[in-house]
Structure formats: structure tokens, C-alpha cells
């Protein structure tokens, strides 16, 4: 079992970057493969980035693709989302999430095991 906490949200305006973090507990982190999602209001839960447990592995949506880069660093059981070029459709809370296969990079929010309670991020134009 693994606890996630994410961190590094706020208010940007277009144009702008901001990496947003997640902590998590337990002493196998590397056996987990991680993703971030999002959801704005009245919208369903959608993929953004995830990536294999060892980090050698990482898959993007369409939307972010050449914006956003996920990285991770085992020792310190930390991942993160490198935000940039952001645009107001880029607002919503950001939920980082676990899946106990490490060698698996997936968008589907189903195939996850663990989540954080999430971090609002806000764009404005």
C-alpha cells in the first residue's frame, strides 16, 4: 500500500509553468508505476502523463504533449509534472495516482490502485 500526497498548485496566467509534486510513503516506490490525472469542474477524470516504475517509460496525452514532462526520482519516492506553456484549459485539480505494476504506463484511471486528494491548478487568460 502506498500514500500519496501532491503539492505545487496554484494560480498562473497563460504562458506560465508550474511543476506540481507528489510525495509518496512506503519503502518500494520503484515498484510502482505512476500517472497524473485531471478534472475540472463538470468534466470527467482525464489521462495526462504517466511513467514505468524504473522511469525509463513515459506516455503523454495529446493535449500536453511538448508542454508537460513527467520524472520521477526512486530514492527520494517523488514524482513530478513539469507544466509549461500552460493555457486556461489547463485548469483543474491534479491527482497524482499509483499502479503496483511498475512495468505498466497507463491512461486509464481504472487500472490505478492508489490516489492523492489532488492539487488545484488555475489558469487564467
Known amino acids: 500500500q502506498v500514500q500519496l500526497v501532491e503539492s505545487g498548485g496554484g494560480l498562473v496566467q497563460a504562458g506560465g509553468s508550474l511543476r506540481l509534486s507528489c510525495a509518496a510513503s512506503?519503502?518500494?516506490?520503484?515498484?510502482?508505476?505512476m500517472g497524473w490525472f485531471r478534472q475540472a469542474p463538470g468534466k470527467e477524470r482525464e489521462f495526462v502523463a504517466a511513467i514505468s516504475g524504473g522511469g525509463g517509460s513515459t506516455k503523454y496525452a495529446d493535449s500536453v504533449k511538448g508542454r508537460f514532462t513527467i520524472s520521477r526520482d526512486n530514492a527520494k519516492n517523488t514524482v513530478w509534472l513539469q507544466m509549461n506553456s500552460l493555457q486556461p484549459e489547463d485548469t483543474a485539480v491534479y491527482y497524482c495516482?499509483?499502479?503496483?505494476?511498475?512495468?505498466?504506463?497507463?491512461?486509464?484511471?481504472?487500472?490505478?490502485?492508489?490516489w492523492g486528494q489532488g492539487t488545484q491548478v488555475t489558469v487564467s487568460s
Open positions: 495516482a499509483a499502479n503496483d505494476r511498475g512495468w505498466v504506463v497507463t491512461g486509464t484511471p481504472r487500472l490505478y490502485d492508489y
Open positions: 512506503g519503502r518500494t516506490f520503484s515498484s510502482y508505476a
